[in-house]
């Protein structure tokens, strides 16, 4: 069987089984409900609940790329993430110089829901699925009211586009980022995220 094959096929089996133990003896679920669906944004770091087991080399491929490793994490599907309070942003995009309808759960909520309990001090390192990383402060991703949109002017995005998670906020209402040239504002706002990483 072919390396891809195998990971599809682990992937498929994965989703039909009940969910793993997070650690020696504690069911996934204690922490919270399992996945209906594949998992869209994986959530690691400082006082996290996990929902999921540890960092797996053999399925979970793309972080092994990019280096990444866990003891605990926290996972969303897509119907967990449009369970969370979401709020609308009409920021004008660097891509066409236009304003835009962006939709989703702020990105402090999801933060929140995966269990983390941070100060402003702490760190949000937010990594795309083409490796890009941001990092900001929890303090910055409060003012600005960063959102993980799942929603471009009212229909979901798409992987391989700029979904289907975006973490970004509305430049125009932040004076000093608003004064900057459009392709200087979005810097820490990863199209195709997909892990965020909690620092203390």
Same mark, same amino acid.
């Given at each position: 069987? @072919?390396?891809? @094959?195998?990971?599809?096929?682990?992937?498929?089996?994965?989703?039909? /089984?009940?969910?793993?133990?997070?650690?020696?003896?504690?069911?996934?679920?204690?922490?919270?409900?399992? /996945?209906?669906?594949?998992?869209? +944004?994986?959530?690691?770091?400082?006082?996290?609940?996990?929902?999921?087991?540890?960092?797996?080399?053999?399925?979970?491929?793309?972080?092994?790329?990019?280096?990444?490793?866990?003891?605990?994490?926290?996972?969303?599907? !897509?119907?967990?993430?449009?369970?969370?309070?979401?709020?609308?942003?009409?920021?004008? /995009?660097? !891509?066409?110089?236009?304003?835009?309808?962006?939709?989703?759960?702020?990105?402090?909520?999801?933060?929140? =829901? =995966?269990?983390?309990?941070?100060?402003?001090?702490?760190?949000?390192?937010?990594?795309?699925?083409?490796?890009?990383?941001?990092?900001?402060?929890?303090?910055?991703?409060?003012?600005?009211?960063?959102?993980?949109?799942?929603? /471009?002017?009212?229909?979901?995005?798409?992987?391989?586009?700029?979904?289907?998670?975006?973490?970004? !906020?509305?430049?125009?209402?932040?004076? %000093?980022?608003?004064?900057?040239?459009?392709? %200087?504002?979005?810097?820490?706002?990863?199209?195709? +995220? !997909?892990?965020? %990483?909690?620092?203390?």
């Amino acid at each position: 069987m @072919q390396k891809r @094959q195998f990971l599809t096929a682990a992937g498929a089996a994965a989703l039909t /089984l009940p969910a793993a133990s997070t650690r020696a003896g504690t069911p996934a679920s204690a922490a919270s409900p399992a /996945l209906r669906g594949p998992a869209l +944004l994986t959530v690691t770091g400082a006082m996290v609940q996990p929902n999921r087991g540890p960092f797996d080399p053999v399925t979970d491929q793309m972080m092994h790329k990019q280096k990444l490793s866990f003891d605990k994490a926290h996972a969303f599907d !897509y119907n967990a993430l449009l369970a969370l309070p979401a709020f609308t942003i009409r920021p004008t /995009l660097e !891509y066409d110089g236009k304003p835009h309808l962006l939709h989703g759960p702020a990105l402090v909520d999801v933060v929140k =829901a =995966a269990g983390a309990r941070l100060a402003d001090s702490g760190k949000l390192v937010l990594r795309a699925v083409d490796g890009y990383a941001a990092v900001l402060s929890l303090a910055q991703a409060r003012a600005q009211r960063y959102i993980v949109a799942t929603h /471009l002017d009212g229909a979901p995005m798409a992987l391989g586009g700029l979904g289907p998670l975006w973490a970004i !906020y509305d430049a125009d209402q932040v004076p %000093e980022m608003a004064a900057k040239p459009l392709p %200087e504002r979005f810097g820490a706002c990863p199209w195709a +995220l !997909y892990h965020v %990483e909690v620092q203390a």
